[in-house]
């Protein structure tokens, strides 16, 4: 996570997490800076393909934690998640996901 907050800029101030049922990849791209990825072994069990957060409060709020691993309790690319750790007993943070638009901004048609 640490390595996908380098690209976060005034462009481009959230990170992508691509979830399938055990890894999930985590990657940003700045339009002046580059791009990253970064890839971890999860355990999922839904049908939430990609979700978006501000990387700047996801951070922020895992330096909070003590607890070596976080659970997610994710309810929609649109609603409120929540995040606990194993070693925090009675910590409960809520962070709000992006709205993810269509990435298509512009493009050419070829004649």
Known sequence: ML??????SESN???YFDISPSEVVISATGQDVGS??????????????????PTNNLLNIMEHFSSARLNLALTG??????????????YLVIIMPMKILDEVQYQEEQV
């Open 3 to 8: 390595r996908v907050a380098i690209f976060h």
């Open 13 to 15: 101030r959230f990170a």
């Open 36 to 53: 990253a990825t970064e890839s971890m072994d999860v355990v999922f069990k839904g049908s939430l393909p990609r979700i978006a957060f």
């Open 77 to 90: 690319a649109e609603g409120p998640c929540g995040i606990t750790g194993k070693d925090d007993a009675n």
